[in-house]
Protein backbone atom coordinates (compact mmCIF):
# COMPACT_ATOMS: atom_id res chain seq x y z
CA UNK A 1 0.00 0.00 0.00
CA UNK A 2 1.17 3.43 -0.59
CA UNK A 3 -0.42 6.83 0.84
CA UNK A 4 -2.25 8.00 -2.41
CA UNK A 5 -5.72 8.36 -2.72
CA UNK A 6 -8.25 7.84 -5.88
CA UNK A 7 -10.98 9.73 -6.74
CA UNK A 8 -13.24 8.85 -9.08
CA UNK A 9 -15.95 10.46 -10.98
CA UNK A 10 -18.02 8.22 -13.36
CA UNK A 11 -20.57 9.81 -15.40
CA UNK A 12 -22.85 8.51 -18.21
CA UNK A 13 -20.55 7.87 -20.71
CA UNK A 14 -17.23 9.45 -19.58
CA UNK A 15 -15.27 9.15 -15.87
CA UNK A 16 -12.69 11.15 -14.62
CA UNK A 17 -9.99 9.26 -12.31
CA UNK A 18 -7.65 11.79 -9.66
CA UNK A 19 -4.64 10.09 -7.83
CA UNK A 20 -4.06 12.73 -4.65
CA UNK A 21 -0.56 11.74 -2.58
CA UNK A 22 -0.74 11.94 1.27
CA UNK A 23 -0.72 15.71 1.98
CA UNK A 24 -4.09 15.97 -0.74
CA UNK A 25 -1.89 16.94 -3.22
CA UNK A 26 -3.11 16.24 -6.61
CA UNK A 27 -1.00 14.39 -8.80
CA UNK A 28 -2.17 13.53 -11.92
CA UNK A 29 -5.68 13.18 -13.06
CA UNK A 30 -7.08 11.09 -15.89
CA UNK A 31 -9.94 10.96 -18.21
CA UNK A 32 -12.24 8.18 -20.29
CA UNK A 33 -14.61 9.43 -22.78
CA UNK A 34 -17.62 7.89 -25.13
CA UNK A 35 -18.07 4.59 -22.93
CA UNK A 36 -19.90 1.81 -24.20
CA UNK A 37 -19.29 3.04 -27.46
CA UNK A 38 -17.30 1.77 -30.52
CA UNK A 39 -14.50 5.15 -30.03
CA UNK A 40 -14.05 4.84 -26.43
CA UNK A 41 -10.99 6.73 -25.58
CA UNK A 42 -8.90 7.50 -22.52
CA UNK A 43 -6.21 10.08 -21.69
CA UNK A 44 -3.95 10.84 -18.76
CA UNK A 45 -3.42 14.64 -18.61
CA UNK A 46 -0.63 16.19 -19.71
CA UNK A 47 0.48 12.45 -21.69
CA UNK A 48 0.10 12.56 -25.08
CA UNK A 49 -0.04 9.03 -25.92
CA UNK A 50 -3.39 7.68 -25.34
CA UNK A 51 -4.37 4.81 -22.96
CA UNK A 52 -5.68 1.98 -24.98
CA UNK A 53 -9.09 0.83 -24.19
CA UNK A 54 -10.76 -2.36 -26.06
CA UNK A 55 -13.85 -1.18 -28.63
CA UNK A 56 -17.05 -0.36 -26.50
CA UNK A 57 -15.10 0.17 -23.10
CA UNK A 58 -16.75 0.00 -19.65
CA UNK A 59 -16.71 2.31 -16.90
CA UNK A 60 -15.11 -0.83 -15.06
CA UNK A 61 -12.37 -1.84 -18.34
CA UNK A 62 -11.64 1.82 -18.34
CA UNK A 63 -10.83 2.30 -14.89
CA UNK A 64 -8.58 -0.60 -14.97
CA UNK A 65 -7.35 0.35 -17.68
CA UNK A 66 -6.38 3.66 -16.30
CA UNK A 67 -5.47 1.95 -13.15
CA UNK A 68 -2.81 -0.04 -15.13
CA UNK A 69 -1.78 3.20 -16.89
CA UNK A 70 -1.22 5.40 -13.51
CA UNK A 71 0.98 1.84 -12.48
CA UNK A 72 2.71 1.61 -15.59
CA UNK A 73 4.01 5.59 -15.31
CA UNK A 74 4.87 5.17 -11.86
CA UNK A 75 2.61 7.18 -10.84
CA UNK A 76 1.02 5.13 -8.16
CA UNK A 77 3.74 2.29 -6.77
CA UNK A 78 1.56 0.17 -4.74
CA UNK A 79 -2.38 -0.17 -3.23
CA UNK A 80 -3.83 3.53 -2.59
CA UNK A 81 -4.96 3.93 0.94
CA UNK A 82 -8.74 4.91 0.39
CA UNK A 83 -11.05 5.27 -2.94
CA UNK A 84 -13.17 8.40 -3.13
CA UNK A 85 -16.17 7.96 -5.17
CA UNK A 86 -18.42 10.65 -6.09
CA UNK A 87 -22.34 9.76 -6.02
CA UNK A 88 -25.08 11.85 -7.55
CA UNK A 89 -27.98 10.59 -5.22
CA UNK A 90 -27.66 9.87 -1.49
CA UNK A 91 -31.48 10.57 -0.82
CA UNK A 92 -32.49 10.92 2.67
CA UNK A 93 -30.39 8.31 3.93
CA UNK A 94 -27.04 10.04 3.31
CA UNK A 95 -26.24 12.88 5.57
CA UNK A 96 -23.16 12.94 5.17
CA UNK A 97 -19.83 10.87 3.31
CA UNK A 98 -20.13 6.80 3.81
CA UNK A 99 -17.62 4.08 4.01
CA UNK A 100 -18.83 1.65 1.32
CA UNK A 101 -20.43 -1.44 2.83
CA UNK A 102 -23.13 -3.86 1.56
CA UNK A 103 -25.43 -1.71 3.29
CA UNK A 104 -24.51 1.46 1.69
CA UNK A 105 -24.37 0.06 -1.47
CA UNK A 106 -27.69 -1.17 -1.25
CA UNK A 107 -28.97 2.42 -0.34
CA UNK A 108 -27.10 3.60 -2.94
CA UNK A 109 -29.22 1.04 -5.22
CA UNK A 110 -32.40 2.63 -3.63
CA UNK A 111 -31.90 5.82 -4.55
CA UNK A 112 -31.85 5.15 -8.20
CA UNK A 113 -35.30 5.73 -9.11
CA UNK A 114 -34.36 9.09 -8.26
CA UNK A 115 -31.06 9.66 -10.75
CA UNK A 116 -31.34 6.70 -13.39
CA UNK A 117 -28.61 8.50 -15.66
CA UNK A 118 -26.23 8.85 -12.53
CA UNK A 119 -26.50 6.11 -9.44
CA UNK A 120 -26.09 3.09 -11.59
CA UNK A 121 -22.88 4.34 -13.13
CA UNK A 122 -21.85 5.47 -10.03
CA UNK A 123 -22.11 2.18 -8.56
CA UNK A 124 -20.43 0.53 -11.46
CA UNK A 125 -17.35 2.20 -10.67
CA UNK A 126 -17.57 1.27 -7.29
CA UNK A 127 -17.82 -2.27 -7.77
CA UNK A 128 -15.23 -1.84 -10.23
CA UNK A 129 -12.86 -0.38 -7.89
CA UNK A 130 -13.72 -2.81 -5.17
CA UNK A 131 -12.68 -5.63 -7.63
CA UNK A 132 -9.44 -3.44 -7.85
CA UNK A 133 -8.56 -2.85 -4.52
CA UNK A 134 -10.55 -5.65 -2.66
CA UNK A 135 -8.59 -4.78 0.79
CA UNK A 136 -8.81 -0.64 0.68
CA UNK A 137 -11.71 1.37 2.45
CA UNK A 138 -13.91 2.94 -0.42
CA UNK A 139 -15.84 5.60 0.59
CA UNK A 140 -18.92 7.76 -1.20
CA UNK A 141 -19.05 11.35 -1.41
CA UNK A 142 -22.43 12.32 -2.16
CA UNK A 143 -23.72 15.40 -4.15
CA UNK A 144 -26.97 15.60 -2.51
CA UNK A 145 -25.52 15.12 1.27
CA UNK A 146 -25.18 18.67 1.93
CA UNK A 147 -28.16 20.03 2.02
CA UNK A 148 -29.92 17.42 4.03
CA UNK A 149 -29.86 20.68 6.27
CA UNK A 150 -32.47 22.50 4.33
CA UNK A 151 -35.35 23.25 6.70
CA UNK A 152 -38.75 21.06 5.42
CA UNK A 153 -40.46 24.56 4.04
CA UNK A 154 -37.46 24.88 1.73
CA UNK A 155 -37.52 21.23 0.82
CA UNK A 156 -40.80 20.31 0.51
CA UNK A 157 -43.07 21.56 -2.99
CA UNK A 158 -46.58 22.72 -2.26
CA UNK A 159 -47.99 18.96 -3.61
CA UNK A 160 -50.35 16.15 -2.08
CA UNK A 161 -48.22 15.02 0.73
CA UNK A 162 -48.52 11.20 0.10
CA UNK A 163 -45.98 12.66 -2.76
CA UNK A 164 -43.79 13.09 -0.13
CA UNK A 165 -44.25 10.01 2.29
CA UNK A 166 -44.79 7.12 -0.65
CA UNK A 167 -42.60 8.54 -3.52
CA UNK A 168 -39.88 10.67 -1.74
CA UNK A 169 -41.22 13.63 -3.99
CA UNK A 170 -38.91 16.30 -2.42
CA UNK A 171 -36.48 19.01 -3.30
CA UNK A 172 -32.68 17.44 -2.64
CA UNK A 173 -30.32 19.89 -3.96
CA UNK A 174 -27.32 18.87 -5.98
CA UNK A 175 -23.49 20.38 -6.28
CA UNK A 176 -23.50 19.90 -2.68
CA UNK A 177 -19.64 19.04 -2.53
CA UNK A 178 -18.85 22.24 -4.47
CA UNK A 179 -21.37 24.29 -2.58
CA UNK A 180 -19.93 22.43 0.96
CA UNK A 181 -16.20 23.93 -0.42
CA UNK A 182 -17.25 27.44 -1.06
CA UNK A 183 -18.75 27.70 2.15
CA UNK A 184 -15.15 26.45 4.09
CA UNK A 185 -13.13 28.20 1.63
CA UNK A 186 -14.95 31.67 1.54
CA UNK A 187 -14.47 31.51 5.18
CA UNK A 188 -10.77 31.26 4.97
CA UNK A 189 -11.06 34.08 2.47
CA UNK A 190 -13.20 35.97 5.21
CA UNK A 191 -10.93 34.86 8.40
CA UNK A 192 -13.54 33.44 9.64
CA UNK A 193 -14.74 30.09 10.82
CA UNK A 194 -17.26 28.15 8.47
CA UNK A 195 -19.62 28.17 11.34
CA UNK A 196 -20.40 31.73 11.79
CA UNK A 197 -20.18 32.38 7.95
CA UNK A 198 -22.89 32.59 5.93
CA UNK A 199 -23.06 33.33 1.47
CA UNK A 200 -24.38 32.67 -1.31
CA UNK A 201 -22.66 30.26 -3.45
CA UNK A 202 -23.20 29.97 -7.40
CA UNK A 203 -21.90 26.96 -8.61
CA UNK A 204 -21.80 28.41 -12.74
CA UNK A 205 -20.65 25.09 -15.20
CA UNK A 206 -22.02 23.14 -17.52
CA UNK A 207 -24.93 22.46 -14.65
CA UNK A 208 -25.63 25.38 -12.64
CA UNK A 209 -26.83 26.05 -9.27
CA UNK A 210 -27.35 28.36 -6.07
CA UNK A 211 -27.07 28.07 -2.56
CA UNK A 212 -28.08 30.05 0.47
CA UNK A 213 -25.67 29.01 3.13
CA UNK A 214 -26.41 30.11 6.70
CA UNK A 215 -23.66 29.71 9.66
CA UNK A 216 -21.80 26.78 7.11
CA UNK A 217 -24.85 24.70 6.51
CA UNK A 218 -27.18 24.59 3.57
CA UNK A 219 -30.76 26.25 4.03
CA UNK A 220 -32.10 26.44 0.52
CA UNK A 221 -30.72 25.53 -3.52
CA UNK A 222 -32.27 26.22 -6.34
CA UNK A 223 -31.55 22.31 -8.04
CA UNK A 224 -34.51 20.10 -6.94
CA UNK A 225 -35.94 16.60 -7.07
CA UNK A 226 -33.54 16.37 -10.13
CA UNK A 227 -30.67 18.65 -11.48
CA UNK A 228 -32.92 20.26 -13.57
CA UNK A 229 -34.74 22.83 -11.38
CA UNK A 230 -33.68 26.04 -10.96
CA UNK A 231 -30.97 27.94 -13.00
CA UNK A 232 -30.66 28.81 -16.69
CA UNK A 233 -27.46 25.77 -17.78
CA UNK A 234 -25.68 24.77 -20.65
CA UNK A 235 -28.45 21.93 -22.40
CA UNK A 236 -31.08 22.17 -19.09
CA UNK A 237 -33.94 24.78 -18.89
CA UNK A 238 -34.09 25.62 -15.47
CA UNK A 239 -37.51 26.70 -14.15
CA UNK A 240 -40.24 26.10 -16.00
CA UNK A 241 -44.22 26.04 -15.57
CA UNK A 242 -45.20 22.59 -14.71
CA UNK A 243 -48.38 23.60 -17.05
CA UNK A 244 -45.80 23.56 -20.02
CA UNK A 245 -45.63 19.64 -19.99
CA UNK A 246 -49.50 19.36 -20.21
CA UNK A 247 -49.31 22.16 -23.05
CA UNK A 248 -46.57 19.93 -24.89
CA UNK A 249 -48.40 16.76 -24.59
CA UNK A 250 -51.49 17.98 -26.69
CA UNK A 251 -49.11 19.84 -29.00
CA UNK A 252 -47.75 15.63 -29.55
CA UNK A 253 -44.75 15.28 -27.00
CA UNK A 254 -44.37 12.42 -25.22
CA UNK A 255 -43.17 12.60 -21.49
CA UNK A 256 -39.66 11.28 -23.22
CA UNK A 257 -38.98 13.49 -25.76
CA UNK A 258 -39.92 16.30 -23.37
CA UNK A 259 -37.58 14.92 -20.73
CA UNK A 260 -34.87 14.98 -23.74
CA UNK A 261 -35.33 18.32 -24.43
CA UNK A 262 -35.38 19.84 -21.58
CA UNK A 263 -32.26 17.90 -19.90
CA UNK A 264 -30.39 18.07 -23.45
CA UNK A 265 -31.82 20.76 -25.84
CA UNK A 266 -32.88 23.87 -24.21
CA UNK A 267 -30.30 26.34 -21.33
CA UNK A 268 -27.99 28.17 -23.36
CA UNK A 269 -27.90 25.44 -26.28
CA UNK A 270 -31.65 25.86 -27.14
CA UNK A 271 -32.01 29.78 -26.50
CA UNK A 272 -28.88 30.83 -28.69
CA UNK A 273 -29.61 27.44 -30.95
CA UNK A 274 -25.82 27.28 -31.07
CA UNK A 275 -23.62 26.32 -28.69
CA UNK A 276 -24.11 25.08 -24.84
CA UNK A 277 -20.90 26.90 -24.01
CA UNK A 278 -20.28 30.19 -22.74
CA UNK A 279 -16.87 31.46 -24.05
CA UNK A 280 -18.50 30.86 -27.50
CA UNK A 281 -21.71 32.48 -27.10
CA UNK A 282 -19.93 35.23 -25.54
CA UNK A 283 -17.65 35.57 -28.82
CA UNK A 284 -20.61 34.94 -30.90
CA UNK A 285 -22.52 37.89 -29.10
CA UNK A 286 -19.57 40.13 -29.42
CA UNK A 287 -20.17 39.25 -33.44
CA UNK A 288 -23.67 40.65 -33.58
CA UNK A 289 -25.22 37.05 -33.01
CA UNK A 290 -28.58 38.56 -31.29
CA UNK A 291 -29.99 34.85 -30.08
CA UNK A 292 -26.57 34.21 -28.23
CA UNK A 293 -26.88 37.67 -26.75
CA UNK A 294 -30.76 36.57 -25.41
CA UNK A 295 -29.10 33.52 -24.18
CA UNK A 296 -26.47 35.49 -21.90
CA UNK A 297 -29.14 37.73 -21.09
CA UNK A 298 -31.50 35.32 -19.72
CA UNK A 299 -28.70 33.57 -17.54
CA UNK A 300 -27.90 36.53 -16.21
CA UNK A 301 -31.14 37.45 -14.91
CA UNK A 302 -31.92 34.13 -13.72
CA UNK A 303 -29.55 33.75 -11.87
CA UNK A 304 -29.75 37.31 -10.30
CA UNK A 305 -33.43 36.25 -9.77
CA UNK A 306 -32.17 33.52 -7.81
CA UNK A 307 -29.35 35.57 -5.97
CA UNK A 308 -32.09 37.96 -4.39
CA UNK A 309 -35.00 34.92 -3.69
CA UNK A 310 -31.71 33.23 -1.74
CA UNK A 311 -31.68 36.41 0.71
CA UNK A 312 -34.94 35.00 2.16
CA UNK A 313 -32.98 32.31 3.63
CA UNK A 314 -30.40 33.98 5.61
CA UNK A 315 -30.43 36.43 8.32
CA UNK A 316 -27.08 37.98 7.21
CA UNK A 317 -24.88 37.70 4.40
CA UNK A 318 -20.85 37.75 4.48
CA UNK A 319 -20.34 37.45 0.31
CA UNK A 320 -21.72 36.25 -2.42
CA UNK A 321 -19.53 33.63 -4.37
CA UNK A 322 -19.24 32.69 -7.65
CA UNK A 323 -17.70 29.49 -8.85
CA UNK A 324 -17.59 26.61 -11.78
CA UNK A 325 -16.06 26.89 -15.50
CA UNK A 326 -18.66 30.13 -16.10
CA UNK A 327 -17.98 31.51 -12.73
CA UNK A 328 -14.57 31.36 -12.41
CA UNK A 329 -13.48 32.30 -15.52
CA UNK A 330 -16.34 35.04 -17.03
CA UNK A 331 -15.91 38.66 -15.26
CA UNK A 332 -18.78 39.21 -18.32
CA UNK A 333 -21.43 36.99 -16.86
CA UNK A 334 -20.15 38.39 -13.24
CA UNK A 335 -20.76 41.70 -14.17
CA UNK A 336 -24.13 41.41 -16.22
CA UNK A 337 -25.14 39.43 -13.26
CA UNK A 338 -24.25 42.11 -10.58
CA UNK A 339 -26.07 45.12 -12.83
CA UNK A 340 -29.54 43.42 -11.59
CA UNK A 341 -28.41 43.51 -8.23
CA UNK A 342 -28.07 47.29 -7.77
CA UNK A 343 -30.62 47.39 -5.11
CA UNK A 344 -29.43 44.83 -2.94
CA UNK A 345 -25.85 47.23 -2.97
CA UNK A 346 -23.70 44.66 -4.51
CA UNK A 347 -21.33 46.55 -6.52
CA UNK A 348 -18.26 45.21 -8.65
CA UNK A 349 -14.54 46.27 -8.91
CA UNK A 350 -14.17 46.37 -12.29
CA UNK A 351 -10.19 45.78 -11.87
CA UNK A 352 -10.54 42.92 -9.38
CA UNK A 353 -13.10 41.28 -11.65
CA UNK A 354 -11.52 41.17 -14.43
CA UNK A 355 -8.14 40.07 -12.48
CA UNK A 356 -9.52 37.28 -10.44
CA UNK A 357 -10.39 34.09 -11.67
CA UNK A 358 -10.01 30.17 -11.74
CA UNK A 359 -5.85 30.83 -10.63
CA UNK A 360 -6.53 33.35 -8.23
CA UNK A 361 -9.30 33.08 -5.70
CA UNK A 362 -10.38 36.87 -3.91
CA UNK A 363 -12.76 39.75 -3.64
CA UNK A 364 -13.92 41.22 -7.04
CA UNK A 365 -16.63 43.50 -5.28
CA UNK A 366 -15.77 47.54 -4.84
CA UNK A 367 -14.99 48.91 -1.53
CA UNK A 368 -18.88 50.54 -1.66
CA UNK A 369 -20.53 47.06 -1.90
CA UNK A 370 -22.83 46.53 0.47
CA UNK A 371 -21.87 42.70 0.22
CA UNK A 372 -18.61 41.34 -0.55
CA UNK A 373 -18.51 39.10 -3.86
CA UNK A 374 -15.41 36.63 -4.03
CA UNK A 375 -14.36 34.13 -6.71
CA UNK A 376 -13.63 31.02 -5.60
CA UNK A 377 -12.29 28.20 -7.73
CA UNK A 378 -14.23 24.87 -6.76
CA UNK A 379 -12.55 21.54 -6.02
CA UNK A 380 -14.78 18.51 -5.84
CA UNK A 381 -12.13 15.92 -6.14
CA UNK A 382 -10.15 17.07 -3.14
CA UNK A 383 -12.82 17.45 -1.05
CA UNK A 384 -13.88 13.54 -2.00
CA UNK A 385 -9.47 12.77 -1.05
CA UNK A 386 -9.94 14.31 2.39
CA UNK A 387 -13.21 12.44 3.27
CA UNK A 388 -11.66 9.65 1.44
CA UNK A 389 -9.30 9.75 3.79
CA UNK A 390 -10.68 10.67 7.16
CA UNK A 391 -12.99 7.89 6.51
CA UNK A 392 -10.42 5.36 5.87
CA UNK A 393 -8.65 6.81 8.82
CA UNK A 394 -11.57 6.56 10.91
CA UNK A 395 -12.90 3.23 10.28
CA UNK A 396 -9.15 1.24 10.62
CA UNK A 397 -9.18 3.17 14.28
CA UNK A 398 -12.23 1.60 14.83
CA UNK A 399 -11.47 -1.85 13.73
CA UNK A 400 -8.43 -1.66 15.88
CA UNK A 401 -10.11 -0.25 18.94
P1 LIG B 1 -17.59 23.34 -15.95
O1 LIG B 1 -18.80 22.44 -16.17
O2 LIG B 1 -17.48 23.82 -14.54
O3 LIG B 1 -16.31 22.79 -16.50
O4 LIG B 1 -17.89 24.66 -16.80
C1 LIG B 1 -18.05 24.63 -18.20
C2 LIG B 1 -18.53 25.98 -18.68
O5 LIG B 1 -17.57 27.00 -18.33
C3 LIG B 1 -18.70 26.07 -20.20
O6 LIG B 1 -19.89 26.74 -20.51
C4 LIG B 1 -17.51 26.91 -20.61
O7 LIG B 1 -17.76 27.62 -21.80
C5 LIG B 1 -17.43 27.87 -19.45
N1 LIG B 1 -16.17 28.59 -19.47
C6 LIG B 1 -14.92 28.13 -19.29
N2 LIG B 1 -14.02 29.15 -19.49
C7 LIG B 1 -14.75 30.27 -19.78
C8 LIG B 1 -14.43 31.64 -20.07
N3 LIG B 1 -13.18 32.07 -20.10
N4 LIG B 1 -15.44 32.49 -20.35
C9 LIG B 1 -16.73 32.07 -20.32
N5 LIG B 1 -17.09 30.79 -20.05
C10 LIG B 1 -16.12 29.92 -19.78
Known sequence: MDDSILVVNCGSSSLKLALFDHDHQKITSALAERLNQSDAFARINGDETPVHLPSGASH????????????DRA????????VGHRVVHGGETFREA????????SAIEACAALAPLHN???????????????????????????????PERAYRYALPERCYSDWGVRRYGFHGTSHYFMAQQAARLLEKTPATTSIISAHLGNGCSITAIQNGLSVDTSMGLTPLEGLVMGTRSGDVDPGLFDYLASRGMSANDVHEMLNKESGLQGLSGQTNDMRTLCELADHGHEPSQ?????????????IGAMTASLTKLDALVFTGGIGENSARIRQDTA????????????????????????RISSPDSCYPALVIPTNEELVIAREAARLAVAGAEHSEG
Open 120 to 150: PVNLAGIRAMQALFPNVPQVAVFDTAYHQTL
Open 75 to 82: LMTGEPMA
Open 60 to 71: SQALAALVNAFK
Open 294 to 306: LAIDVFCFRLARY
Open 98 to 105: SLIDDQTV
Open 339 to 362: RHLRLLGIELDPDLNQHHGRWSDG
